[in-house]
T-cell receptor, first 118, second 115 residues
Framework: AQTVTQSQPEMSVQEAETVTLSCTYDTSENNYYLFWYKQPPSRQMILVIRQEAYKQQNATENRFSVNFQKAAKSFSLKISDSQLGDTAMYFCAFMKPLTQGGSEKLVFGKGTKLTVNP | DAGITQSPRHKVTETGTPVTLRCHQTENHRYMYWYRQDPGHGLRLIHYSYGVKDTDKGEVSDGYSVSRSKTEDFLLTLESATSSQTSVYFC??????????????FGSGTQLSVL
């Protein structure tokens, strides 16, 4: 079974600075997807960024980028120019692609609570 | 987000009573999921469905049952609610195509308190 580990329960950063959230995972699969979801106090789950394991290039979305190290099974999220609105819980998640007759499920880490200070 | 509606948004109930949470989607997505979110545990999968009347257990399925009689509706039932089932429950959907854009879409969650 796949597992996802987020080793930082809480982090804080000053506004406009850069912060990196860590995520490691365990799988025997070669092809899979990795995600970072953001959950602000509104409770809504918002997809931040997505990475396909077969792509060597790290995904980026505006101020958000990842450092994907497949061999090390590491998938960290970097937030540049942090903003107050980035304050939220951040969840790392793993998904095994759909296979014939199988099913896909998203496995989550326990989350990192990020606070951006003014 | 993606036309997923959970009802109710909040519910308070007593130990031992049955409770049903409803998830309704308008996206015609094949897959539907129920997760629970608890502090220190992240989101854990309760049950999921890969088609009408096709369901399977997740990692924390004890005490829960599900039904999916139509593509758009996925019901989660707590047969006899216990205080340990106090949680935030999220419904999610996905197309199930496994394509390059596959991801989960989430509802807004249901806060359930069992007293």
């Amino acid at each position: 079974a796949q597992t996802v580990t987020q080793s930082q329960p809480e982090m804080s950063v000053q506004e406009a600075e850069t912060v990196t959230l860590s995520c490691t995972y365990d799988t025997s699969e070669n092809n899979y997807y990795l995600f970072w979801y953001k959950q602000p106090p509104s409770r809504q789950m918002i997809l931040v960024i997505r990475q396909e394991a077969y792509k060597q290039q790290n995904a980026t979305e505006n101020r958000f980028s990842v450092n994907f190290q497949k061999a090390a099974k590491s998938f960290s999220l970097k937030i540049s120019d942090s903003q107050l609105g980035d304050t939220a819980m951040y969840f790392c998640a793993f998904m095994k692609p759909l296979t014939q007759g199988g099913s896909e499920k998203l496995v989550f880490g326990k989350g990192t609570k990020l606070t951006v200070n003014p | 987000d993606a036309g997923i509606t959970q009802s109710p948004r909040h519910k308070v109930t007593e130990t031992g009573t049955p409770v049903t949470l409803r998830c309704h989607q308008t996206e015609n997505h094949r897959y539907m999921y129920w997760y629970r979110q608890d502090p220190g545990h992240g989101l854990r999968l309760i049950h999921y469905s890969y088609g009408v009347k096709d369901t399977d257990k997740g990692e924390v399925s004890d005490g829960y049952s599900v039904s999916r009689s139509k593509t758009e509706d996925f019901l989660l039932t707590l047969e006899s609610a216990t205080s340990s089932q106090t949680s935030v429950y999220f419904c999610a959907t996905s197309t199930g195509t496994g394509g390059a854009n596959e991801k989960l879409f989430f509802g807004s969650g249901t806060q359930l308190s069992v007293l």
